[in-house]
């Protein structure tokens, strides 16, 4: 939960061994943003279109489509575009 509107940082992540970023949850001036790079080293990046909200709880979701090859970010349940 933001406690103000110029939050950035990372949420959470996934390292692999080799010392790769596999996955990303960061906010920059409170907008969500996630990465996903593959085992090929193709990085995929989908953002929020507005910052969240300050002092309130909001849910934050990447969706990877291995099938279509896209990510997707969500919040609070509603896909971003």
Same mark, same amino acid.
């Given at each position: 939960? *933001?406690?103000? !509107?110029?939050?950035?940082?990372?949420?959470?992540?996934?390292? +692999?061994?080799?010392?790769?970023?596999?996955?990303? @949850?960061?906010?920059?001036?409170?907008? *969500? /943003?996630?990465?996903? +790079? +593959?085992?090929?080293?193709? @990085?995929?990046? !989908?953002?929020?279109?507005?910052? /969240?909200?300050? &002092?309130?709880?909001?849910?934050?979701?990447?969706?990877? &489509?291995?099938? !279509?090859?896209? @990510? !997707? /970010?969500?919040?609070?349940? /509603?896909?971003?575009?």
């Amino acid at each position: 939960m *933001p406690t103000n !509107a110029a939050q950035t940082g990372t949420l959470a992540q996934r390292v +692999t061994f080799t010392g790769q970023t596999n996955f990303s @949850l960061r906010l920059s001036g409170n907008q *969500p /943003i996630v990465e996903f +790079t +593959t085992e090929g080293g193709n @990085l995929y990046s !989908a953002g929020a279109n507005r910052a /969240i909200n300050v &002092d309130e709880w909001t849910h934050l979701a990447g969706v990877w &489509d291995a099938d !279509a090859n896209t @990510l !997707a /970010i969500y919040v609070n349940g /509603i896909e971003q575009q």
